[in-house]
């Protein structure tokens, strides 16, 4: 059997396929009859569906260890000196293995949803079953009919493997492919409750109760996931960034925003009953970027130096996607009654599905018809703003009238009671929570219609468009400083109703650290080098990328004011824990964190003035987080009450959010160069412009480097040749670091070399090394500088935000239980989540997708400011390189280009009109930003009509919520007062949460 490799792992996902198949048919049954035994059955064969979905990935293993050159994939990604981890993960290293891999993940969430579950949640339990196996068998019929792990050969096998691309054989490529995609699979799992519960009616609390922390879990490893993806970009790729807006990395970014707004909206429905539409579609929505994601990455339909090659793999997304649309939106158009908690009737419902239908497909027929190149031939001569005009004034009188006349028409007669809660005050929680989650949709959607903007631009009007970083550095920051704010202005406020005496009073301490926090930084912020207000170039030149520039130019301070105000309102918030704790006697051990905060503080302060405390101070301050601080907080949140360890473990999070955007921010203050040096050379940095002259920014360097490069060597091992140069830095004369950036050649791809950075780090910034080209003879070295400003905050930041999902997932004590067993027994289940990342990090991992050779195989030299601004705004057009920007790609053709671009600087040829020839040359496709112009100005100007319109939308329901609100409380003061003292004593109840 086992000479039949090809055959039997064939074999054995078609038994998955049909072992799908029947436990649907069961489920299904199961739902419909209600009787245990035929759930019984469901389950097991779910369980037997897991079975063969091991047997698979086991199958597929072996192939890797034995050499079996026979399967394509195997030959593919692997060869006969790889050591045998990487042979074991490498499975996943490829398009067809890694969705094999992405099926094994969802059997180990199937089968650990399915034994939580037990006898709990018999009505939502078949459907939650049915759905997870039409995923499962989603998959299954992906890998039978576009992508088989298990396909042969057609020319026989070859006696050794292509083995894998050098660029990702890297320590973070081992764990961030397996924790992304744990966090896209785990979303499946609340996704597939919210499907049960729409099938079955039952859209109480129940279903969000159930999917609370597979959402935080999912939620945790979305985080994990993107931020080892951006260690690797930023220590492997050796172009001095973290992030890089490329469509892969947009699409693992996109699910977690929707994640997000998801676990902040969901406590309203816990709380409240509110937000029942909005939840559902939320989880839907969720669940739907995860697969638009996957189709992004792997249908080659977008350019991208990350994503799989193109193939038909493509066409059964599209399909999975709309069966996944149709479904979910007629299931939420058949229970928006009961999700309105009014009484169902036929007529209801009828009236709901024709109404949002209509508005679907006459939305499809508008953006069909009326485009620049659409079906009426008559248009091509309307400019495209006129039609961008039209195609919004259609869909949203489409939208009114769907809502006005067809849905008033279809329920007329019908008498609509809602009995659902009221938002009772704009100075509440809930609304604060409504704006957050209004600020993440904006965002997901900026980001969604700037990802797929090239792909529509080409399929409606076949043209050639790409949108580049400069586009998101330009709009994505004012919008995501806008979220920031209200993540801090929402935790000031209580739940229905905030007073004003209580809102001032929670206000003032935020306000006034912010003020003096703006305050210092206008007034010694430039002096250490974070100046607050640093202007850049504008995307537009016009009153649009005017705007964006002045707000681009001030978003250093103003980042860093919510930073403080942020960081004020959560240590606020501690403070009144603790000093309720000390009323009751119980925060003898609180004082302990106040240890590294201290220890913080010195490191901060006094690293620019004695010379290694920070050091000394990071060294002790990490013995004490780790044998003295986590466990007795972990101790502290273990006897709260579970929500008030929600709500602390969220703020937790929040203060990982902080630090992160202060790292953020620093990017800001950063700097790049390149020089040549020779062996034995030093040079200084940062001290005085007049002297040095390397940097446009000198003067506000508060610290002094001097870089001295010894020599370059050379190393060689079985797999490839390195070549290492050794360089000192030292800062305000003491030694900060000895480094030693390189280049390895692969003996299997001597095309493709690779770049090792060397990074010496410090809380303040990162002097980040990339090796560029040696001359053999003289020794002569070419080497790119980066002083990233700010950048371990990140990375810190998200260890705080894993913290506190730990704390969020931490489980409840059960009342029948020794308080020692219990505490075992948390401790077990949160161990168990933190316990498979430990088990990812520590196996060795291959690829996450091929990267194409050209992608940082030498060196790009850029001599100057100017240069860097002109080489970002143009791409790469040899057609070889997914459209790098000319600034990162390091092609023949991209330096032949660069040459002459450059050349053209020399001669006085301005900038502009440089730009207008390579566009006149190459078309549209070669710039970075598609022209402010035509229908070109939909990328701004939809996700822009998005904001606007769901702002005004929110300002109406506000409106309508609280007019409802007062008719109620005016119609019956009994009530009323009833409500009131309810309130007041929920509120009581509470206050120690």
């Given at each position: 059997?086992?000479?039949?490799?090809?055959f039997?792992?064939?074999?054995?996902?078609v038994?998955?396929?049909?072992?799908?198949?029947?436990?649907?048919?069961v489920?299904?049954?199961?739902?419909?009859?209600g009787?245990?035994?035929?759930?019984?059955?469901?389950?097991?064969?779910?369980?037997?569906?897991?079975?063969?979905?091991?047997?698979?990935?086991?199958c597929?293993?072996?192939a890797?260890?034995?050499h079996?050159f026979?399967?394509?994939?195997?030959?593919?990604?692997?060869?006969?000196s790889?050591?045998?981890?990487y042979?074991?993960?490498?499975?996943?290293g490829?398009?067809?293995g890694?969705?094999?891999?992405?099926?094994?993940?969802?059997?180990?969430y199937?089968?650990?949803?399915?034994?939580?579950?037990?006898?709990?949640?018999?009505?939502?339990?078949?459907?939650?079953?049915?759905?997870?196996?039409?995923?499962?068998?989603?998959f299954?019929?992906?890998?039978m009919?576009?992508?088989?792990?298990?396909?042969?050969?057609?020319?026989?096998?070859?006696?050794?493997?292509?083995?894998l691309?050098?660029l990702?054989?890297?320590y973070?490529?081992?764990i961030?492919?397996?924790?992304?995609?744990?966090?896209?699979?785990?979303?499946t799992?609340?996704?597939?409750?919210?499907?049960?519960?729409?099938?079955?009616?039952?859209?109480?609390?129940?279903?969000?109760?159930?999917t609370?922390?597979?959402?935080?879990?999912?939620?945790?490893?979305?985080?994990?996931g993107?931020?080892?993806?951006?260690?690797?970009?930023?220590?492997?790729?050796?172009?001095?960034?973290?992030?890089?807006w490329?469509?892969?990395?947009?699409?693992?970014f996109?699910?977690?925003?929707?994640?997000?707004?998801?676990?902040?909206s969901?406590?309203?429905?816990?709380?409240?009953?509110?937000?029942?539409v909005?939840?559902?579609?939320?989880?839907c929505l969720?669940?739907?970027?995860?697969?638009?994601?996957?189709f992004?990455?792997?249908?080659g339909?977008?350019?991208?130096?990350?994503?799989?090659?193109?193939s038909?793999?493509?066409?059964?997304?599209?399909?999975?996607?709309?069966?996944?649309?149709?479904t979910?939106?007629?299931?939420?158009?058949y229970?928006?009654?009961?999700?309105?908690d009014a009484s169902?009737t036929r007529?209801?419902?009828l009236?709901?599905?024709a109404?949002?239908w209509?508005?679907?497909?006459?939305?499809?027929?508008?953006l069909?018809l009326?485009?620049?190149?659409?079906?009426?031939?008559?248009?091509?001569a309307?400019p495209?703003?006129?039609?961008?005009?039209?195609?919004?004034?259609l869909?949203?009188?489409?939208?009114?009238?769907?809502?006005?006349?067809?849905?008033?028409?279809?329920?007329?007669?019908?008498t609509?009671?809602?009995?659902?809660?009221?938002?009772r005050?704009?100075a509440?929680?809930?609304?604060?929570?409504?704006?957050?989650?209004?600020?993440?949709?904006?965002?997901?959607?900026?980001?969604?219609?700037s990802t797929t903007?090239p792909m529509?631009t080409?399929?409606?009007?076949?043209?050639?468009?790409?949108?580049?970083?400069?586009?998101?550095?330009?709009i994505?920051?004012?919008?995501a400083?806008v979220?920031y704010?209200?993540m801090?202005?929402?935790t000031l406020f209580?739940?229905?109703?905030t007073s004003?005496?209580?809102?001032?009073?929670?206000?003032?301490?935020?306000?006034?650290?912010?003020?003096?926090?703006?305050?210092?930084?206008?007034?010694?912020?430039?002096?250490?080098?974070?100046?607050p207000?640093?202007w850049s170039?504008?995307?537009?030149?016009?009153?649009f990328?005017?705007?964006?520039?002045?707000?681009s130019?001030n978003?250093p301070?103003?980042?860093?004011?919510?930073?403080?105000?942020?960081?004020?309102?959560?240590?606020?918030e501690?403070y009144?824990?603790l000093?309720a704790?000390?009323?009751?006697g119980?925060?003898?051990?609180?004082?302990?964190?106040?240890v590294p905060?201290?220890?913080?503080?010195?490191?901060?302060?006094?690293s620019?003035?004695?010379?290694?405390?920070?050091?000394?101070?990071?060294?002790?301050?990490q013995?004490?987080?780790?044998f003295?601080?986590?466990?007795?907080?972990?101790?502290w949140?273990?006897?709260?009450?579970?929500?008030a360890?929600?709500r602390?473990?969220?703020?937790i999070?929040?203060?990982g959010?902080?630090?992160?955007?202060?790292?953020?921010?620093?990017k800001?203050?950063?700097?790049?160069?390149?020089?040549t040096l020779?062996p034995?050379?030093?040079i200084?940095?940062?001290?005085?412009?007049?002297?040095?002259?390397?940097?446009?920014?000198d003067?506000?360097?508060?610290?002094?480097?001097?870089m001295?490069?010894?020599?370059?060597r050379?190393?060689?091992?079985?797999?490839?040749?390195?070549i290492?140069?050794d360089?000192?830095?030292?800062?305000?004369?003491?030694?900060?670091a000895?480094?030693?950036?390189?280049?390895?050649?692969?003996?299997?791809m001597?095309?493709?070399?690779?770049?090792?950075?060397?990074?010496g780090?410090?809380?303040?910034?990162?002097?980040?090394i990339a090796?560029g080209?040696?001359?053999p003879?003289?020794k002569v070295?070419?080497?790119?500088?980066?002083l990233n400003?700010?950048?371990d905050?990140?990375?810190g930041?998200?260890?705080?935000?894993?913290?506190g999902?730990?704390?969020?997932?931490w489980?409840?004590?059960?009342?029948n239980?020794?308080?020692?067993?219990?505490?075992a027994r948390?401790?077990?289940a949160?161990?168990?989540?933190?316990?498979?990342?430990?088990?990812?990090?520590?196996?060795?991992?291959?690829?996450?997708?091929?990267?194409?050779p050209?992608?940082?195989?030498?060196?790009?030299?850029?001599?100057?400011?100017?240069?860097?601004?002109?080489?970002?705004?143009l791409?790469?057009?040899?057609?070889?390189?997914?459209?790098?920007?000319?600034?990162?790609?390091a092609?023949d053709?991209?330096?032949?280009?660069?040459?002459?671009?450059?050349?053209?600087l020399?001669?006085g040829v301005?900038?502009?009109?440089?730009i207008?020839?390579?566009?006149?040359?190459?078309?549209?496709?070669?710039?970075?930003?598609?022209?402010?112009?035509?229908?070109?100005?939909?990328?701004?100007?939809?996700?822009?009509?998005?904001?606007?319109s769901?702002?005004?939308?929110?300002?109406?329901w506000?409106?309508?919520?609280?007019?409802a609100?007062?008719?109620?409380?005016?119609?019956?003061?009994?009530?009323?007062?009833?409500?009131?003292d309810?309130?007041?004593?929920?509120?009581?109840?509470?206050?120690?949460?």
């Amino acid at each position: 059997m086992l000479s039949t490799i090809p055959f039997f792992g064939t074999a054995l996902l078609v038994c998955v396929l049909f072992a799908a198949l029947y436990t649907f048919s069961v489920s299904l049954v199961a739902g419909k009859n209600g009787q245990v035994g035929t759930l019984q059955a469901a389950r097991l064969g779910a369980y037997g569906t897991i079975a063969l979905i091991a047997c698979a990935v086991l199958c597929l293993a072996y192939a890797f260890l034995t050499h079996d050159f026979r399967l394509r994939y195997v030959s593919h990604y692997s060869d006969r000196s790889m050591p045998i981890g990487y042979l074991l993960t490498a499975l996943w290293g490829g398009q067809d293995g890694s969705l094999l891999w992405w099926l094994f993940l969802l059997s180990l969430y199937v089968g650990a949803c399915v034994r939580w579950m037990g006898l709990r949640y018999r009505q939502l339990q078949p459907y939650v079953i049915a759905t997870l196996m039409v995923v499962i068998g989603f998959f299954c019929v992906l890998m039978m009919f576009a992508a088989n792990p298990f396909s042969k050969n057609l020319s026989g096998a070859p006696i050794d493997g292509e083995g894998l691309n050098p660029l990702l054989q890297n320590y973070w490529m081992i764990i961030h492919p397996p924790c992304l995609y744990t966090g896209f699979v785990g979303c499946t799992i609340p996704f597939a409750f919210g499907v049960a519960a729409l099938v079955t009616g039952r859209l109480d609390q129940e279903w969000v109760v159930a999917t609370r922390k597979w959402m935080l879990f999912a939620w945790l490893f979305l985080v994990v996931g993107n931020t080892l993806g951006m260690v690797w970009a930023y220590e492997e790729l050796g172009w001095g960034g973290y992030w890089a807006w490329d469509p892969v990395e947009n699409a693992a970014f996109m699910p977690l925003l929707c994640a997000t707004a998801y676990v902040h909206s969901s406590m309203i429905q816990e709380r409240r009953g509110m937000l029942k539409v909005w939840n559902v579609f939320l989880i839907c929505l969720t669940f739907f970027m995860t697969i638009f994601g996957t189709f992004l990455t792997r249908s080659g339909a977008i350019a991208s130096v990350h994503a799989f090659a193109q193939s038909s793999i493509g066409t059964y997304f599209v399909w999975f996607l709309l069966f996944v649309f149709v479904t979910t939106f007629s299931l939420i158009l058949y229970r928006l009654p009961e999700l309105r908690d009014a009484s169902p009737t036929r007529r209801l419902r009828l009236a709901a599905l024709a109404s949002g239908w209509f508005v679907v497909l006459f939305t499809g027929a508008v953006l069909m018809l009326l485009r620049p190149m659409g079906m009426i031939g008559a248009l091509n001569a309307v400019p495209s703003t006129v039609l961008i005009a039209l195609d919004v004034f259609l869909v949203f009188g489409a939208l009114l009238f769907a809502i006005l006349f067809l849905y008033g028409f279809i329920a007329k007669d019908t008498t609509i009671a809602s009995n659902r809660p009221l938002l009772r005050s704009a100075a509440s929680r809930e609304f604060t929570f409504i704006l957050n989650n209004w600020g993440l949709l904006v965002l997901m959607v900026f980001v969604l219609v700037s990802t797929t903007f090239p792909m529509l631009t080409e399929a409606l009007s076949n043209t050639k468009v790409s949108v580049g970083p400069p586009f998101y550095n330009a709009i994505f920051p004012p919008l995501a400083l806008v979220v920031y704010a209200l993540m801090g202005i929402g935790t000031l406020f209580g739940w229905t109703k905030t007073s004003e005496s209580s809102l001032r009073r929670a206000l003032i301490v935020p306000t006034v650290a912010t003020i003096v926090t703006v305050a210092l930084h206008f007034a010694i912020g430039t002096r250490f080098g974070y100046p607050p207000i640093v202007w850049s170039t504008a995307l537009y030149e016009n009153g649009f990328g005017t705007t964006l520039r002045f707000i681009s130019a001030n978003s250093p301070w103003i980042s860093i004011a919510l930073s403080a105000f942020n960081l004020t309102v959560i240590v606020q918030e501690f403070y009144w824990l603790l000093r309720a704790r000390i009323k009751t006697g119980k925060a003898s051990l609180y004082w302990v964190a106040l240890v590294p905060i201290a220890f913080v503080a010195i490191s901060v302060v006094t690293s620019r003035f004695v010379p290694g405390v920070a050091a000394l101070a990071s060294r002790v301050m990490q013995g004490v987080v780790v044998f003295v601080v986590l466990p007795a907080v972990l101790y502290w949140f273990a006897k709260l009450a579970p929500p008030a360890r929600r709500r602390y473990g969220g703020y937790i999070c929040h203060l990982g959010i902080v630090f992160a955007f202060v790292g953020f921010t620093g990017k800001a203050w950063s700097i790049d160069h390149e020089l040549t040096l020779k062996p034995g050379q030093e040079i200084d940095f940062f001290v005085e412009t007049s002297r040095v002259g390397l940097f446009k920014n000198d003067a506000y360097r508060g610290d002094n480097y001097r870089m001295t490069y010894k020599g370059v060597r050379r190393e060689t091992d079985l797999n490839k040749m390195s070549i290492i140069a050794d360089v000192t830095i030292t800062r305000n004369g003491q030694h900060f670091a000895d480094l030693t950036p390189g280049k390895n050649i692969y003996s299997k791809m001597p095309e493709s070399p690779t770049t090792e950075v060397s990074i010496g780090r410090s809380p303040s910034a990162d002097f980040y090394i990339a090796l560029g080209n040696v001359n053999p003879e003289t020794k002569v070295a070419a080497f790119q500088l980066h002083l990233n400003t700010l950048v371990d905050w990140i990375w810190g930041g998200v260890g705080v935000m894993i913290f506190g999902a730990i704390i969020c997932l931490w489980p409840q004590f059960q009342k029948n239980e020794s308080r020692a067993w219990a505490f075992a027994r948390s401790a077990a289940a949160v161990g168990a989540s933190v316990l498979i990342t430990i088990t990812l990090a520590s196996a060795p991992s291959s690829a996450f997708a091929q990267a194409t050779p050209s992608q940082h195989a030498g060196t790009v030299h850029i001599e100057n400011a100017t240069e860097r601004a002109l080489f970002s705004n143009l791409r790469c057009m040899c057609g070889g390189c997914a459209r790098e920007l000319l600034s990162s790609c390091a092609c023949d053709q991209a330096s032949e280009m660069r040459q002459t671009l450059r050349e053209k600087l020399e001669r006085g040829v301005a900038q502009r009109q440089i730009i207008d020839e390579y566009e006149g040359r190459f078309g549209v496709a070669a710039l970075a930003i598609p022209p402010s112009s035509g229908a070109f100005r939909a990328l701004y100007v939809v996700p822009l009509i998005v904001a606007l319109s769901s702002a005004t939308g929110l300002v109406f329901w506000l409106r309508r919520s609280r007019r409802a609100s007062a008719r109620v409380v005016h119609g019956d003061a009994k009530t009323s007062r009833e409500t009131y003292d309810a309130r007041i004593d929920e509120e009581l109840r509470h206050l120690d949460e």
